[in-house]
């Protein structure tokens, strides 16, 4: 069992940066593949950045060269670095955790890009 908890969301303006952090429970979190999502109102739930056990990245050509996911599994967590952020960035930011058929959510943060 893994319990993920994201902290690091507010509002900032269009342009800026933000940190997202989700931290794990389990000392075996080191072996799990871990993701960020994010869901705006009214659309589906898009992956925004994933990274393997190894360090391995990907991310969608929607945020690529602005969202940065990196991961300190001495810390058992994984941070979400986002800059230039825009106005379509806004969402709930969940961090996701998954190994085999074992796939846990956090609760989310929210994220506001505005002016």
């Known amino acids: 069992q893994v319990q993920l908890v994201e902290s690091g969301g507010g509002l900032v303006q269009p342009g800026g940066s933000l940190r997202l952090s989700c931290a794990a429970s389990?000392?075996?979190?080191?072996?799990?593949?871990a993701g960020w999502y994010r869901q705006a109102p009214g659309k589906q739930r898009e992956l925004v950045a994933a990274?393997?056990?190894?360090?391995?990245?990907n991310y969608p050509d929607s945020v690529k060269g602005r969202f940065t996911i990196s991961r300190d599994n001495a810390k058992t967590t994984v941070y979400l670095q986002m800059s230039g952020l825009k106005p379509e960035d806004t969402a709930v930011y969940y961090c996701?955790?998954?190994?085999?058929?074992?796939?846990?959510w956090g609760q989310g943060t929210q994220v506001t890009v505005s002016s």
């Open positions: 996701n955790a998954k190994l085999a058929a074992m796939n846990y």
């Open positions: 389990g000392r075996i979190f080191s072996i799990y593949a």
């Open positions: 990274i393997t056990s190894g360090g391995t990245t």
